[in-house]
């Protein structure tokens, strides 16, 4: 069974930085699988955020975000991580990690979360004015 555990959200000021991080568990969990990031405001519909290939040598960001946050892996240690900088009150969501299906896809479709059947409980982010 894989188990994906966020981690690090927290209450911070508009323009802090904040990095999370998702810790995979589990058979074959983490090795070849492409992982990504989510989140979801009050209100709103859940949303892509980033996406790293399975291999960590492609990253992929919603356009609105790529300038502020940088997703990573740490292949050794089943882990990814978003770095979260400038942050703003509309960044104030739950964030997800979530495993795409797939082993070892080689494709550029990352954004779509019917694409992963993986995902966290989740960890709040609260950025206040």
């Known amino acids: 069974q894989v188990q994906l555990v966020e981690s690090g959200g927290e209450l911070l000021q508009t323009g802090g930085s904040l990095r999370l991080s998702c810790a995979a568990s589990?058979?074959?969990?983490?090795?070849?699988?492409?992982m990504g990031w989510f989140r979801q405001a009050p209100g709103k519909e859940r949303e892509f955020v980033a996406a790293i290939s399975w291999g960590g040598t492609s990253t992929y960001y919603a356009d609105s975000l790529k300038d502020r946050f940088t997703i990573s892996r740490d292949n050794a240690k089943n882990a990814i991580y978003l770095q979260m900088n400038l942050l703003k009150p509309e960044d104030t969501a739950v964030y997800y990690c979530?495993?795409?299906?797939?082993?070892?896809?080689?494709?550029?479709?990352?954004?779509?979360?019917?694409?992963?059947?993986?995902w966290g409980q989740g960890t709040q982010v609260t950025v206040s004015s």
């Open positions: 979530a495993r795409r299906a797939g082993q070892y896809y080689s494709g550029r479709s990352y954004g779509n979360q019917d694409e992963y059947n993986y």
């Open positions: 589990g058979r074959s969990a983490f090795s070849g699988y492409a």
